[in-house]
Structures are given as C-alpha cells and as structure tokens.
C-alpha cells in the first residue's frame, strides 16, 4: 500500500507523538485542519488511523483526536499498490 506525501506526515506524526488533538496535529504540520482531516481520513479508509471525538471541559464543541491502530503503528510504507 502506497500513501500520499501528506498521508505519510501524518503517520510519520502520530507514531512519533500518539493520539493527538486534530488541531494540534494540523498545527505542528503547518497545514490546515481540512487537509488533515482529508488525510486522517484517507488513513482511516486504509485501517491505518482513527478518529474519535471527545467533549473537554471549558470547549465549545468536542474535540476530535487522532490516533493509529495496531495496523498502522506496524505500517511500512511500500512504492506497491
């Protein structure tokens, strides 16, 4: 299985820190929320991520988190299809 460049990242991100906020993650990448959130998601589709939302105190709305499933903490990227 072969991931995008930022797909990647985002892997790469989460295997260095853990579950992390999804704007947290965005924000240490240097890109927007929407291309994060595209990116979880494609990871997501592939079983390689997921997505859980969670109410904090003191927060307007839950906060989505980020984090890998045993699949993706063993995922090596691959240039196969």
């Known amino acids: 299985m072969k991931l995008t460049e930022k797909s990647q990242a985002v892997l790469d991100y989460l295997k260095a820190h853990g579950t992390t906020p999804i704007e947290k993650l965005a ?3 240097g890109v927007g929320t929407r291309s994060v959130s595209a990116n979880v998601t494609d ?5 390689l991520a ?3 939302k ?3 105190e003191g927060a ?3 906060v989505s988190y980020v984090g890998l ?3 993706g903490i063993a995922f090596v990227p691959s240039d196969e299809e």
């Open 50 to 52: 997921t997505r859980e």
């Open 27 to 29: 924000e240490d990448l």
């Open 43 to 47: 990871l997501s589709k592939k079983g």
């Open 60 to 62: 307007d709305k839950p």
């Open 69 to 71: 499933t045993d699949a």
């Open 54 to 56: 969670v109410a904090v």
